[in-house]
Each structure stands twice: as C-alpha cells, then as structure tokens.
C-alpha cells in the first residue's frame, strides 16, 4: 500500500503561479515506476495533466505544454507540478497519481481556484 498526500493547492488570479507538491510513503519500491498529476473540473471527467517515469521522461496535456512542469524527486518520493500563466480554465481538483507494480494510487486532491 502506497499514501499520496497533495498540498500547495488554493486560489490566484489568472496568469499566476502555483506550486503543487505530493509525497509518498508506505511499501515504496523506490524508485517509483510513474508518478502524475491529474485533475477534475466540475462536471467533467478527470483528465492527465502530467506524468513523469522514473528516468524523468515527461508528457503533458496539450492544455498545459509550456506552461507547467513536472518533477520528481526519487530520494525522497515526491513529484512536484510547477503552474505559470494560469487560465480560468485551469480550475480543478488536482490528484497525484502513482503506478507501482501494475497497481494505482491516488491522493485525495488539492483544490487549485483561478478567479474570474
């Protein structure tokens, strides 16, 4: 069993910043296969926004290319979402997600609010 515990989520204006970081801890294998951020709008489904292997090979959504970041941190289980140029349309409950083998784990979310 593996716990991810999200924080670093609250609300700023459009074309601010945020900093999201998750841990893990529990029966790690380190290093963890894959670590990601996703989030959910309300009344949408949830959606990728990162994810990151343990080589640090990164995808993003092509919502968010070139605006966020994605990192990890293999020593101490974390993964870290840095958000720049925030829309309104950014607004979601962000998840950390992990994979380890073959099974999925989630946190409970962190609330990211860009104001209209």
């Known amino acids: 069993q593996v716990q991810l515990v999200e924080s670093g989520g609250g609300l700023v204006q459009p074309g601010g910043s945020l900093r999201l970081s998750c841990a893990a801890s529990?029966?790690?294998?380190?290093?963890?296969?894959?670590l990601g951020w996703y989030r959910q709008a309300p009344g949408k489904e949830r959606e990728l926004v990162a994810d990151?292997?343990?080589?640090?090979?990164?995808r993003y959504s092509d919502s968010v290319k070139g605006r966020f970041t994605i990192s990890r941190d293999n020593a101490k289980h974390t993964v870290a979402l840095e958000m720049i140029s925030l829309k309104p349309e950014d607004t979601a409950v962000y998840y950390c997600?992990?994979?380890?083998?073959?099974?999925?784990?989630w946190g409970k979310g962190t609330l990211v609010t860009v104001s209209l």
């Open positions: 997600a992990a994979q380890q083998n073959a099974m999925d784990y």
């Open positions: 529990g029966n790690i294998l380190s290093p963890i296969n894959v």
């Open positions: 990151i292997f343990s080589d640090d090979t990164a």
